[in-house]
């Protein structure tokens, strides 16, 4: 029986960028099914008791983005701990990390892999400096890793995406999901969060195949 992997995350998440490689690699090994579920983090968070990084006291954001750069040079991944097209203090366009979301969503709606598709719009705002809230943009980073970026915007806002959006944004609430990534495995209720428990999630998994 193939085990099921769900990971909470928004595509604003620096640390779901950093899961990246770790992520595919544990997939890849456990031969487990890996369902990626972006969910509405503005509106969950402050119902579930975490603290957005605009939010934070300023010493709080600094340390966020020394731990960055740590996390960065560790795993050998390149980031820019301030990226230009991330909103640091104000959100003028309340869904501009939603629509990304979507994308991913509407990826493995039509039955495709959309973790390549997923770590590319992550790496473009942690890494290229590119503003995934431009519909052009993600067109451009579908097209570029093998997909059909034109297809997958015209669904990002169909019925059945906003709908799983919203499924996914309700699971994370119920199951008091208050970061990114949190990674839960097999239906359970057990909750991995961040990309440094990847290694306990890597535990779960080979006690679950014997």
């Given at each position: 029986m193939t085990i099921q992997l769900d990971?909470?995350?928004?595509?604003s998440s620096p640390w779901a960028y950093f899961a990246g490689p770790q992520l595919q690699d544990i997939v890849r090994r456990h031969k487990v099914k890996l369902v990626l579920k972006p969910y509405d983090f503005q509106a969950v968070i402050p119902k579930t008791g975490g603290v957005p990084i605009r939010t934070r006291p300023e010493p709080r954001r600094t340390y966020h983005d020394e731990e960055l750069a740590r996390w960065g040079q560790y795993l050998g991944m390149p980031i820019v701990t301030q990226p230009a097209h991330y909103p640091r203090y104000e959100v003028q366009d309340k869904d501009w990390n939603k629509y990304a979301g979507w994308m991913v969503i509407a990826a493995q709606q039509q039955g495709l892999d959309a973790f390549?598709?997923?770590?590319?719009?992550l790496r473009a705002l942690w890494a290229e400096e590119r503003d995934t809230s431009r519909p052009e943009v993600r067109i451009a980073i579908a097209d570029e890793n093998g997909y059909d970026g034109k297809?997958?915007?015209?669904?990002?806002?169909?019925?059945?995406?906003?709908?799983?959006?919203?499924?996914?944004?309700?699971?994370?609430?119920?199951?008091g999901?208050?970061?990114?990534?949190?990674?839960?495995?097999g239906g359970t209720t057990e909750r991995f969060w961040g990309q440094d428990r990847l290694f306990f999630v890597d535990r779960a998994l080979e006690r679950l195949r014997g």
């Open positions: 990971c909470y995350y928004s595509l390549v598709l997923s770590h590319a719009l297809a997958l915007h015209a669904l990002e806002k169909a019925p059945a995406v906003l709908q799983q959006y919203q499924a996914y944004s309700d699971e994370a609430e119920r199951l999901v208050f970061g990114a990534p949190t990674f839960i495995i």
